[in-house]
């Protein structure tokens, strides 16, 4: 099973797009390994520099209609590449979200009261997230400030994610 959850990218930006996860032009590539450099290469967030903010970070957190636009599988792949498996957000494009139980990840929903919350207490303090699936709890910490949100998963959203994606959960049942 993949590892959720570390050190959290906060994008706080509404509509962040497919093509600014991973442009189009990169979509060539023969290995999902190949776009790992380009995550993220055309995102404009103010603030945020790619190359020094998406090192090392597990999760990202934002705000609503994450992963909007093109229906492309690339998206969740670019960023297990960079080692982000769960992304947490106030609501997800229906097709983005699938895809990334899909690939074995997690798109946790969390309504805007509490996305706001989590910015105004961890935005910028260096925040680290813990996913517990099986209790069904996000974990938000940052020094002696914690804050814990629901992570509500569907049974066959469990079987996904612990399956490693619809590919190997498929191969074991069909």
């Not at 706080?12 to 995550?39: G, H, M, S, V, W």
């Not at 992963?67 to 998206?75: I, K, N, P």
């Amino acid at each position: 099973m993949k590892r959720f959850g570390g050190p959290v990218l906060f994008l706080d930006r509404n509509d962040i797009n497919t093509d600014e996860i991973i442009p189009a032009k990169y979509l060539t590539e023969n290995t999902k390994e190949a776009l790992k450099p380009y995550c993220f290469e055309d995102l404009k967030v103010p603030g945020f520099e790619v190359r020094r903010d998406l090192a090392g970070k597990g999760a990202v957190v934002s705000r609503a209609n994450f992963g909007c636009g093109s229906s492309r599988e690339h998206a969740p792949w670019t960023l297990e590449q960079n080692g982000i498996h769960i992304v947490v957000a106030e609501s997800f494009a229906r097709i983005f979200r699938q895809n990334m139980y899909n690939c074995g990840m997690i798109a946790a929903e969390a309504g805007p009261e509490a996305i706001r919350e989590i910015f105004a207490l961890f935005s910028g303090e260096g925040a680290l997230l813990s996913v517990d699936i099986e209790a069904g709890a996000l974990e938000f910490r940052a020094g002696e400030k914690s804050k814990t949100l629901p992570l509500v998963l569907s049974e066959f959203e469990k079987a996904l994610i612990a399956a490693g994606g619809w590919v190997d959960y498929a191969a074991k049942r069909y």
